[in-house]
């Protein structure tokens, strides 16, 4: 199983930015698409956003989309989830997984199923 370590979160006030990181292992690194959930106290972890092994195409949770941004740093074997223009509504633990069950365009990256590999999870509060 590979190990991720996700880091990058905080308190901070409704409307400001933070950029949650995961740092992977080199190896598996370009083999599967990565993503980001995220789990509120009291409900289900919901997608937050994804993106393909190759990079090339993202995808967004309707509630972040236009405000937080998904990228990866291959060098370095990271994820990137940048937030802008936070919420309240975002206040969350937040996971990096990598989609180790994805086999084709056919399969859905929303679904935590799709993910083998998860992240010890990050938090982020957002006060008003």
């Known amino acids: 199983q590979v190990q991720l370590v996700a880091s990058g979160g905080g308190l901070v006030q409704a409307g400001g930015s933070l950029r949650l990181s995961c740092a992977a292992s080199?190896?598996?690194?370009?083999?599967?698409?990565w993503g980001w959930f995220r789990q509120a106290p009291g409900k289900e972890r919901e997608f937050v956003a994804a993106i393909a092994w190759t990079g090339s195409n993202t995808y967004y949770a309707d509630s972040v989309k236009g405000r937080f941004t998904i990228s990866r740093d291959v060098a370095k074997s990271t994820v990137y989830l940048q937030m802008n223009n936070l919420e309240e509504e975002d206040t969350a633990v937040y996971y990096c997984?990598?989609?180790?069950?994805?086999?084709?365009?056919?399969?859905?990256?929303?679904?935590?199923?799709?993910?083998?590999?998860w992240g010890q999870g990050t938090q982020v509060t957002v006060s008003s």
């Open positions: 997984a990598q989609a180790t069950k994805y086999r084709s365009r056919s399969y859905d990256l929303r679904l935590a199923a799709m993910y083998g590999d």
């Open positions: 080199k190896r598996t690194f370009t083999l599967y698409p």
